[in-house]
T-cell receptor, first 112, second 114 residues
Framework: NAGVTQTPKFRILKIGQSMTLQCTQD?????MYWYRQDPGMGLKLIYY???????DKGEVPNGYNVSRSTTEDFPLRLELAAPSQTSVYFCASSYPESEKLFFGSGTQLSVL | GDSVTQMEGPVTLSEEAFLTINCTYT??????LFWYVQYPGEGLQLLLKATKADDKGSNKGFEATYRKETTSFHLEKGSVQVSDSAVYFC?????????????FGTGTQLKVEL
């Protein structure tokens, strides 16, 4: 079972570059999420989606964009990378009636 | 807003030692409580949960009891193993119908040595 798949696993960007972090899930979950994990700070919610075509901001959305054109995919876009976006990014998904989130293995991003 | 506070790490224990990781919360509603575990190089996995006061969640020898009076959800294990070395996150959720958004604590790293 693939579950939640994130690509790439590692990436180094220069300041001002853009990139898209990919996330796909094969569990037919309606809800999907993007979190960032900073050392000693726990996980912070960036954006979430309750279904295809519906997205909403989380706690720390500035500098990011998302789209949800299909149930399976929820890409996260960084338009102008900044050093403050150096972090580990996790995608997750869940059923609407379930409190259990399934997480991908993460993308470690460094902006230099 | 909702928040979760857990003890700072790293916590270093010898194999077969008793483990306690403290977690307290503040919430405006009536949350469900969780412990997630993150093994090295992996994403978070649900370890256990409790959805109402006095519920005890348990899994893989770990336990935590939902204490509404002390707003706590401490994680315990009677005898840890080297394979338990990981980062443990306490979290809460209040279901709103607009996305099941978890609020996480900062995580506690556990190292178990032989």
């Amino acid at each position: 079972n693939a579950g939640v798949t994130q690509t790439p696993k590692f990436r180094i960007l220069k300041i001002g570059q853009s990139m898209t972090l990919q996330c796909t899930q094969d569990m037919n979950h309606n809800y999907m999420y993007w979190y960032r994990q900073d050392p000693g700070m726990g996980l912070k919610l960036i954006y979430y989606s309750v279904g295809a075509g519906i997205t909403d901001k989380g706690e720390v959305p500035n500098g990011y964009n998302v789209s949800r054109s299909t149930t399976e995919d929820f890409p996260l876009r960084l338009e102008l990378a900044a050093p403050s976006q150096t972090s580990v990014y996790f995608c997750a998904s869940s059923y609407p009636e379930s409190e259990k989130l399934f997480f991908g293995s993460g993308t470690q991003l460094s902006v230099l | 807003g909702d928040s979760v506070t857990q003890m700072e790490g790293p916590v270093t224990l010898s194999e077969e030692a008793f483990l306690t990781i403290n977690c307290t919360y503040t919430a405006t509603g009536y949350p469900s409580l969780f412990w997630y575990v993150q093994y090295p190089g992996e994403g978070l996995q649900l370890l256990l949960k409790a959805t109402k006061a006095d519920d005890k969640g348990s899994n893989k020898g770990f336990e935590a009891t939902y204490r509404k009076e002390t707003t706590s959800f401490h994680l315990e294990k009677g005898s840890v193993q080297v394979s338990d070395s990981a980062v443990y996150f306490c979290a809460l959720i209040i279901l709103t119908g607009g996305g099941n958004k978890l609020t996480f604590g900062t995580g506690t790293q556990l190292k178990v040595e032989l």
